[in-house]
T-cell receptor, first 108, second 116 residues
Framework: GQSLEQPSEVTAVEGAIVQINCTYQTSGFYGLSWYQQHDGGAPTFLSYNGLDGLEETGRFSSFLSRSDSYGYLLLQELQMKDSASYFCALNNAGKSTFGDGTTLTVKP | GAVVSQHPSWVICKSGTSVKIECRSLDFQATTMFWYRQFPKQSLMLMATSNEGSKATYEQGVEKDKFLINHASLTLSTLTVTSAHPEDSSFYIC????????????FGPGTRLTVT
């Protein structure tokens, strides 16, 4: 099977940079995705790493190292609206297995 | 981006009754849709993969006779919770992939089901 581990909670201040780590165990996968979910809302896609390395999308960047079974999501210039849950997910033939999520709280 | 809708957004039903939830892709054709359930403060648990024109593929531990999935067209998949019980109360979310996207899933807004 597949499993992913993320920190349950992270707190940071407005304007700061925060990194959310994700370690995983799997026998094979195509890539690692990141999703954001606000309370009561639907998850929205943030980023995808099919290859090792860094992917940058505006204030968000994501990194993958297959040799270390590790990835992270980097959020820069934090804003209050970034307070949400963030999920990493392993993508395998179009199907995704989600981690338990990290609740990010951004404080003024 | 692609839009996925769900209906209803919330529903309350009595124990023993059945509830149908619709998932529609509004501006693209989705050959594959996914159904998840999510308990408060927990992760999304994949229940089944819905393929247009064929039987759904259920994840281990999900009762296919209780959670009936029908993917009748390229834009509509339905999930019917049969003989609902209070423990079925949850947030049900569908997602869809457009043919051109291999990894990105577009999620519907979710349906909050409460069984009394």
């Amino acid at each position: 099977g597949q499993s992913l581990e993320q920190p349950s909670e992270v707190t940071a201040v407005e304007g700061a940079i925060v990194q959310i780590n994700c370690t995983y165990q799997t026998s094979g996968f195509y890539g690692l995705s990141w999703y954001q979910q606000h309370d009561g809302g639907a998850p929205t896609f943030l980023s995808y790493n099919g290859l090792d390395g860094l992917e940058e999308t505006g204030r968000f960047s994501s990194f993958l190292s297959r040799s270390d079974s590790y990835g992270y999501l980097l959020l820069q210039e934090l804003q209050m609206k970034d307070s949400a849950s963030y999920f990493c997910a392993l993508n395998n033939a179009g199907k995704s297995t989600f981690g338990d999520g990290t609740t990010l709280t951004v404080k003024p | 981006g692609a839009v996925v809708s769900q209906h209803p957004s919330w529903v309350i039903c009595k124990s023993g009754t059945s509830v149908k939830i619709e998932c529609r892709s509004l501006d693209f054709q989705a050959t594959t849709m996914f159904w998840y359930r999510q308990f408060p403060k927990q992760s999304l648990m994949l229940m089944a993969t819905s393929n247009e024109g064929s039987k759904a593929t259920y994840e281990q531990g999900v009762e296919k006779d209780k959670f009936l999935i029908n993917h009748a067209s390229l834009t509509l998949s339905t999930l019917t919770v049969t003989s609902a019980h209070p423990e079925d109360s949850s947030f049900y979310i569908c997602s869809a992939r457009s043919p051109g996207d291999f990894y990105e899933q577009y999620f519907g807004p979710g349906t909050r089901l409460t069984v009394t």
